[in-house]
């Protein structure tokens, strides 16, 4: 499994585009998958930092790849949340 360091909004921008035309999906494709306008998906490409987390999960799930935060000084573990027992 490939993992991508991501400091930037620079290198989100990058690393959206390169996954879309990996997958050979078009903009329009991706807008499709999306249920969105192909200009939409073009202004995420353009600026990532300027949508909301949720939008940039969905932007991810549709390119078939999942957000991953890591911790540098922990050690590597199993990326499975527990689920919390009883109630709030």
Known sequence: MAEYAIGS???LHTYLRALRKARG???QDLADRLGV???R????ERSPGDVSV???LSVLRALGVQ???RDPNEPERS???P??????
């Open 37 to 39: 306008a192909r200009p």
């Open 79 to 81: 990326a499975t949340i």
């Open 54 to 56: 949720g939008n940039l």
């Open 83 to 88: 689920t919390p027992h009883g109630s709030w």
């Open 9 to 11: 909004g620079e290198q």
């Open 25 to 27: 999906l078009t903009q």
């Open 41 to 44: 998906v073009s202004k995420i």
């Open 67 to 69: 957000l991953t935060i």
